[in-house]
T-cell receptor, first 113, second 110 residues
């Protein structure tokens, strides 16, 4: 597609359930980022993928969070045993190569009730 | 550590100029960015400036960089109601990490 595509756009889940958020980057972009935007907060870096290199997971807030990127393209962010504090907008971004401008998707709004 | 700070709110009248300010801490930042986020949407790149530049102009947008004070500003001339949004400042240093500010919510009054 022309831009970064994320799904679902909105997700309401019960506390304790697992959720998966999907990101389809711009075709040909080798770098992929996940950020979290909480109400009134800036963007919090979660994880970074670049090609076949080991991802930088340093921003993942707990071991309930994990992400993978299959075939160097689509990425899935998984949150296990969701908590209310996980409620936020999860933004995915991609870049053609390291150091270039990053382009964001419209985000997945997660609400944990 | 790396940090980017912005004021949270700005209110201006339609037709006036808006100035959104940002301070950052990473002196090795090579690029600094301004992104715009409209309600319910992702972040849209507005403009960026390389660290060896002092100013960049793009139509109604003027970016000023004071590297000594680590201060970045975005001026929007002739602000319109469609400019109402959240504006994020971001820095990128020697790594691939982009550090974002908390965003400034701009409200344009008709």
């Amino acid at each position: 597609g022309a831009g970064v595509s994320q799904s679902p756009s909105n997700k309401v889940t019960e506390k304790g359930k697992d959720v998966e958020l999907r990101c389809d980057p711009i075709s040909g972009h080798t770098a992929l980022y996940w950020y979290r935007q909480s109400l009134g907060q800036g963007l919090e870096f979660l994880i970074y993928f670049q090609g076949n290199s080991a991802p930088d997971k340093s921003g993942l807030p707990s071991d309930r969070f994990s992400a993978e990127r299959t075939g160097g393209s689509v990425s899935t962010l998984t949150i296990q045993r969701t908590q209310q504090e996980d409620s936020a907008v999860y933004l995915c971004a991609s870049s053609p190569q390291v150091g270039n401008t990053i382009y964001f998707g419209e985000g997945s709004w997660l609400t944990v009730v | 550590g790396e940090d980017v700070e912005q004021s949270l709110f700005l209110s201006v009248r339609e037709g006036d100029s808006s100035v959104i300010n940002c301070t950052y801490t990473d002196s090795s930042s090579t690029y600094l960015y301004w992104y715009k986020q409209e309600p319910g949407a992702g972040l849209q790149l507005l403009t960026y400036i390389f660290s060896n530049m002092d100013m960049k102009q793009d139509q109604r947008l003027t970016v000023l960089l004071n590297k000594k004070d680590k201060h970045l500003s975005l001026r929007i001339a002739d602000t319109q109601t469609g400019d109402s949004a959240i504006y994020f400042c971001a820095e990128r240093g020697g790594t691939y990490k982009y550090i974002f500010g908390t965003g400034t919510r701009l409200k344009v009054l008709a």
